[in-house]
């Protein structure tokens, strides 16, 4: 890297990044995604008729992170704003109980993805100004990593350079602030399912995210060895009338990946995007099945509704089902657990 290009992070910053990069994605871990933003909580909530109140959200949250078990499968857990200042019932703070546990506590950092100037269908992650600040209080809160999301939609003639070049440098901001700050970035660059695009085109768009991205966090001076890709699967999209195999999604998905992503990056957590949660651990699984002993990342999970969904509908804001329900999420990290072994299988799902 030149020296123009280069950051300046403490050495011992420098060793710790990559120290905590690799401690997300080692012994076939993953993470949990437990970061939705007041809006999105609340809707997920509606949906099944649970109040939206903070008390719930944060009965919620302390239900999912004292799950009996959850740190042997999660590695870590991504933390929004309002949790990682909340306790349990007991007041044990959150972060202190998934530390307690061996998970690793983040926290998403973005505020959001507002509709792009004059680009309709496009959108631009906000929540850059006062980022510095924020990263050192989180990082004092206890956190150790931190998450970005970028969406993006395939449709008419989007994404449009414009919106991928914006995002990506805000991404890679974002990025170099974390490092400066000692907290490992994972870098979310989602092209969305909705829509009835192929397979195909699903790949294209991301192939050209994937190399915006990383040509843009070469420019921040990033360190790749120390920061995590949270990417999308190449999948059709969800109306798209061909479906295809785990295999072929693994395939596509491995063969867009060797091409756009750098070696020196030591994880790929995907995010889960509204697949179905069986279907999420079947394609992982087919990743690691055909190439894991091939490629120079791991290839992992960062799963928020493939992990939680099936929770959540049997929690339903009743507590008299919060053991059921954190039964229900340890099972799904553990079948995501034996799909980053490539030895998950539909057997598992008759389990519970
Ligand atoms: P899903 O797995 O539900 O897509 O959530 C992952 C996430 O963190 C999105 O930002």
């Known amino acids: 890297m030149n020296k123009f290009v280069k950051m300046n992070i403490d050495p011992m910053k420098t060793k710790e990044l990559i120290s905590t990069a690799n401690s997300i994605v080692s012994n076939h871990k993953g993470l949990l995604a437990m970061d939705e933003s007041l809006p999105t909580a609340n809707k997920r909530f509606a949906k099944l008729e649970i109040p939206q109140t ?9 239900l999912l992170a004292t799950t009996p078990g959850l740190g042997e499968f999660i590695s870590g857990a991504i933390l929004f704003d309002e949790t990682i200042r909340q306790k349990t019932k007991d007041g044990r703070p959150i972060v202190k109980v998934l530390a307690d546990a061996g998970i690793i506590p983040g926290i998403k950092v973005d505020t959001g ?6 680009r309709p269908g496009e959108k631009i ?17 206890g956190a150790r990593f931190a998450k970005w999301r970028v969406v993006i939609t395939i ?24 490092q400066e700050t000692g907290l490992v970035p994972v870098v979310e660059p989602e092209v969305l399912m909705d829509g009835d695009h192929t397979l195909e085109q699903c790949f294209e768009v991301t192939e050209e995210v994937l190399r915006t991205v990383f040509n843009q966090l070469f420019l921040q001076g990033v360190m790749l060895e120390g920061m995590i890709l949270k990417p999308n699967m190449i999948v059709p999209g969800l109306k ?15 063969k867009c990946f060797r091409r756009a992503v750098p070696a020196a990056v030591p994880g790929i957590t995907f995010l889960s995007g509204g697949q179905s949660a069986e279907l999420a651990s079947d394609r992982l699984n087919a990743m690691n099945q055909r190439f894991k002993s091939k490629l ?3 290839l992992s999970f960062s799963y928020g509704r493939a992990l ?10 009743d507590n008299a089902n919060a053991e059921k329900a954190q039964k229900a999420l340890y099972h799904r990290s553990k079948c995501n657990y034996a799909a980053r072994r490539g ?7 008759k389990e519970i």
Do not use: F
């Not at 600040?133 to 809160?141: A, F, G, H, P, T």
């Open 240 to 254: 798209c009338t061909k479906q295809e195999t785990a295999e072929e999604v693994a395939d596509a998905t491995v």
């Open 308 to 317: 939680q969904q099936p929770a959540l509908e049997i929690w339903r804001g």
């Open 125 to 141: 992650t906000e929540g850059l100004d006062g980022l510095r600040e924020r990263l050192v209080e989180y990082y004092r809160m």
């Open 343 to 349: 030895e998950y299988s539909s057997k598992m799902e």
């Open 155 to 178: 449709g008419d003639n989007i994404p449009s350079r414009t919106c991928l070049e914006a995002n990506a440098h805000a991404l890679a901001r974002y990025a170099a602030l974390c």
């Open 54 to 62: 903070e008390e719930m959200r944060r009965a919620y949250r302390e």
């Open 296 to 298: 120079p990342w791991e």
């Open 113 to 118: 993805a507002k509709e792009m100037a004059g």
